[in-house]
Structures are given as structure tokens and as C-alpha cells.
């Protein structure tokens, strides 16, 4: 029976060291597909994600993460990607997907057609930001999904983008970015919480400076 949302939120934590059991084909598949059920800019899904379970990628993976263990006990790693000209590809299928589920009609799709491509110019510069809050909001919805299903994961910003671009065949694609890597295994360590400040700390009400809750 997974595990309910607030229980999935309060109980995940970074755990650094991994059980080598490995993650059964259908939960890894169930995982993904909970993982691209999260939203993004426009429903253009600009995230790439790849899952290195090949013991001397994640070998590498580790190696471009100044050596971080995680990476290689997991038994999946799942490098979230990122790829900035999403919105410039051709967005065909995710328009028929939107009027085939009834979700949009075809002034929606025609307001898209020529929204977002106006939208990724405007961006310049931010366009690569901008697909990253993609695929970070995909990286959180795998983490929790995977507390749920009983996994562990780490969360890891810790690396050198070009090693890992490497690794995963990225190295001549300029426009996709790397945002996050996420070991996902069975914890082999105790979920340690270090805590979170108060509310009053950093959550403000109708101005910065006004604390939450005083
Ligand atoms: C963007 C981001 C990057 C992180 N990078 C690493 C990392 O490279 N290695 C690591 O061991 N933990 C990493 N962490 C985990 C944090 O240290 C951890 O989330 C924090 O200490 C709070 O612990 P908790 O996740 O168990 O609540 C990262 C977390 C986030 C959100």
C-alpha cells in the first residue's frame, strides 16, 4: 500500500547509503510514469530524464560528483535533463494529447501555437531557468512518488555539469542542461531528519518581513 502524500513529505529524507537490492521493472516503470505526471510551462515536458544503472556509468556518475557513493549503490540514478529549445521542437503530439483527452479545444491549441514560441524568445537568456523549474518539479514529484513506493532517494546538486553531460551522451547538445541527480534505491541507513527552521523564519505574509504565524 503506498504511502499517503503528507506521509510520503514528512518521512523523505537524503539518505547517502543504499541497499543493492534492485528496484523491480514495475515499479521503476509505475515511478516514471508518476514522475512526467508533473506539470510544466505550457505542458511542454522539457525535461529529459535518463537512468544510469550501468555499474561503470554510475561509476563515472560518482566520479563526476567528486566521488559521492551514493551514485554507485543506488541502483538507479536518474539524471533529470533539461532541454531549453523544447518549446522550438515540434509540439504536435502534446497538442493532439491535450485534445484528445477533451483538456483543450482548438482555440487553446491555436493560442499555443503561436504563444509559445513568443513566450521562448521573450525568455532568451532565462530559457535554460526556465526548463530547469521543469525538470526540478519532475525530480520532486520522482522523490516523493518514490518515498511512497517504499524507495529511497538523494537529491544531488553536487557535480560538474560537463562530466556528467559526458556520461549520459549530452556532450554536443549546447541546449540541454543538466538540473539534478537523483539516486533511487532501499535505504540502507536510518531517515535522520535535520530539521527545518520555524515558519516565522522564511515564510512571510503579504510582504517580505512579515513573519508567518507571529
Ligand atoms: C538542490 C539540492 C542539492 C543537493 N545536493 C546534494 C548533494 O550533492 N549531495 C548530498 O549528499 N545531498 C545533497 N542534497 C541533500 C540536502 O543536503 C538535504 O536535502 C538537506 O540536508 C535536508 O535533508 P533532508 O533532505 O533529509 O530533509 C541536496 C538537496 C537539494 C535540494
Known sequence: MPLDVPTAIAQRR????FKPNPISPDTLQYLLELTVAAPSSFNTQ????????????????????WGQQQITQAPVTVVFAADTSAGEGDLSAIYE??????????????????AIPQFQTTLGEKRREYAIKDAIIAATHLMLAAESLGLATCPMNGWIEEKVKAVVGLSDRPEIAIALLVPVGYA???????????????????????????
Open 14 to 17: 537524503s539518505i547517502k547509503t
Open 97 to 114: 494529447s491535450g485534445l484528445a483527452t477533451g483538456a483543450w479545444t482548438e482555440a487553446t491549441v491555436n493560442y499555443f501555437k503561436s
Open 46 to 65: 522539457s525535461w529529459r530524464i535518463i537512468l544510469v544503472q550501468d555499474e561503470a556509468k554510475k561509476a563515472a556518475l560518482a566520479e563526476a560528483s
Open 188 to 214: 540502507a541507513e536510518p531517515r535522520k531528519n535535520p530539521g527545518r527552521l520555524p515558519l516565522s523564519a522564511n515564510v512571510f505574509v503579504d510582504q517580505f518581513g512579515t513573519p508567518f504565524g507571529e
